[in-house]
């Protein structure tokens, strides 16, 4: 404060915490966006990109562990919000987890050059592809969040939020489905890709899963946060 | 007597600075939810608070004015005594409680003129006790005391009660139903504008007192006012000071409040004012000194019950609850202090 003689009450007025969720949802979503460029680069034999695109990931996963750190100092326990604020941290992690799948993946793929076959290569990048609408579709349901609060919680906008979370559920099954697929191609592959190629890639199918696992997740806990308020 | 001697000279510069405090501060705090609602610019306001204001001071401050002046201690009884005791004890009332906010203000306390001043005004009166034989201590009203301690805590009470159910009613017959909530918000930064005037007004009508309360007493007991009415001239001279702390300090305190404030929508807005306003006049017309801004605390948190609000931080309800507990004693004692020392040395 620029001067110092002031006495107010106004300081009722807390900091929302539902502004930096969004925010790191987008940042969450970012970085899944930039891993999608990453595999794709993969697939494309650049590896020079995937170690750019790895680092760039890991700021975005750095920025948006800071704002999860900005969320939970703006919920004391002297803070009372339009929802239960043990929800809206366990709506979070999952969210934060989104970031965290999307970095470990990116440095996954930097630890390894593999040679893929064609039908490998189609797979993993339709396994991408299901991951980022999984995302996205998750990404377009937080940002109701702020209609819901500038409607306190209407009817309509429950509605509304609530229907999201399904269709999220439903994206994330399909990347499960394409997610068995293609660890089922590797497996055929097993010759062609030796021992070390196969557990490479079933890991990192596996951790592309996990992206779209964390955000049906936090849309989950979302649904519960908001039907539990 | 008359106006230009020493100690009526000094209860009005007294006074005056309460005033002053007053709209640094409080106004300013009163003010805050209109310009961080967006609904009105810092120019804006400082005028409607102005004007309003000094309308709300002069043409229905007189109730609680005189309640301060002489509901809690009888001055007419004091003055047919002596009448310089009651100038003296106006004065170590009004020294005492600017000092007090003073203090508060540098600490950042959120304490309430109110509060003070009828603190200062109740040690004063308990210190006459000892150097008055014929006026002993049952003959402070006690029981007006009582009444408006009460009220203090009622007060934010009711604030919450109206505001919950006023934007609940919002909440559910537009919020809820607009197809457009955000013109909606548009609408009601206009309602917000007459909100922020009720404000103004309630506030004067109760606040103007402060600084006042303890002048007019002194006035009277110079014999430079009439008996049994406060002249509109004095209430005048509380809501001129109180727009000149609004204007070089009070101004700057919105505009950083205001700034703080970025959640806070008009239709949020409104129904924290409007039901801050209602109860503030409701107890300008009861005669009952209470705090605009412990009420309009109290409404903010109604609004948020009603889940208006994103985050309300409840921890600036402890610090009140602290400083309200400290206030009144704090407030008494250094009154009393100041009145045995001033009959020593006058």
């Keep these: 404060m620029p001067f110092e003689y002031v006495r107010s009450v106004l300081g009722i007025f807390g900091e929302s915490p539902f502004k930096p969720v969004h925010t790191h949802a987008e940042k969450s979503g970012e970085a899944v966006h930039k891993l999608n460029e990453a595999v794709d680069a993969y697939v494309n034999g650049d590896y020079i990109k995937v170690r750019t695109l790895d680092t760039e990931i890991s700021a975005i996963e750095y920025e948006a562990d800071i704002i999860k750190q900005t969320i939970r100092k703006l919920i004391p326990s002297s803070m009372m919000l339009p929802v239960d604020p043990n929800d809206l941290l366990s709506f979070l992690k999952p969210q934060d987890s989104i970031a965290d799948h999307a970095h470990h993946t990116a440095h996954w793929l930097t630890l390894r050059e593999t040679e893929l076959p064609l039908d490998i290569k189609q797979g993993l990048l339709e396994l991408m592809e299901r991951t980022i609408k999984t995302v996205d579709a998750y990404e377009n349901t937080v940002d109701d969040i702020a209609k819901l609060l500038e409607t306190s919680f209407s009817k309509k906008e429950i509605k509304r939020i609530l229907k999201k979370v399904p269709e999220v559920e439903e994206l994330e099954h399909e990347t499960d489905i394409t997610k068995k697929q293609l660890q089922q191609k590797i497996f055929e592959h097993e010759d062609e890709l030796g021992g070390v190629g196969v557990f490479y890639l079933i890991s990192l199918v596996r951790d592309i899963g996990n992206i779209a696992d964390s955000a049906s997740k936090a849309a989950d806990r979302l649904r519960t946060m908001i039907l539990r308020r | ?346």
């Design chain 2, 1 to 346: 007597m008359d106006v230009f001697s020493p100690l009526i000279l000094a209860v009005i510069v007294a006074g005056l600075y309460m005033a002053w405090n007053i709209g640094a501060n409080d106004l300013a705090n009163s003010m805050g939810t209109s310009v961080g609602s967006g609904a009105l610019s810092i120019k804006q306001v400082v005028i409607i608070a102005g004007t309003l204001e000094v309308i709300g001071a002069v043409y229905f401050g007189d109730r609680v004015t005189s309640k301060i002046a002489k509901g809690i201690v009888p001055i007419d009884q004091l003055i047919t005594i002596d009448p310089n005791i009651v100038i003296i004890g106006s004065l170590a009332a009004i020294l005492a409680a600017g000092f007090w906010i003073t203090f508060a203000t540098f600490y950042h306390m959120p304490v309430s003129t109110t509060h003070s001043i009828v603190g200062a005004v109740t040690g004063f009166g308990l210190a006459a006790t000892f150097f008055i034989d014929e006026f002993t201590i049952d003959q402070i009203e006690w029981l007006v005391l009582g009444k408006i301690v009460i009220s203090w805590i009622t007060s934010p009470l009711i604030g919450a009660t109206l505001a919950f159910i006023i934007f609940t009613l919002i909440r559910f017959l537009l919020l809820g139903r607009v197809a457009d909530p955000y013109n909606l918000e548009k609408k009601f930064a206009i309602l917000q504008i007459f909100s922020a005037c009720f404000v103004a007004f309630a506030h004067g009508s109760n606040d103007v007192a402060n600084a006042v309360g303890p002048l007019s007493a002194a006035l009277s007991a110079a014999e430079l006012t009439p008996y049994g009415v406060i002249p509109q001239w004095v209430l005048l001279i509380g809501g001129v000071g109180i727009v000149i702390g609004l204007a070089t300090w009070g101004w700057k305190v919105i505009e950083t409040i205001g700034k703080g404030i970025t959640e806070l929508t008009p239709t949020r807005g409104f129904s924290a004012e409007f039901a801050t306003a209602l109860v503030v006049v409701g107890h300008s017309y009861s005669s009952l000194p209470i705090s605009t801004t412990h009420t309009l605390v109290g409404a903010v948190v109604g609004v948020g019950l009603a889940g208006g609000l994103a985050a309300v931080d409840l921890s600036v309800i402890r610090k009140i609850l602290v400083s309200w507990v400290i206030t009144v004693p704090v407030a008494a004692l250094t009154s009393g202090l100041i009145f045995a020392v001033l009959m020593k040395v006058i």
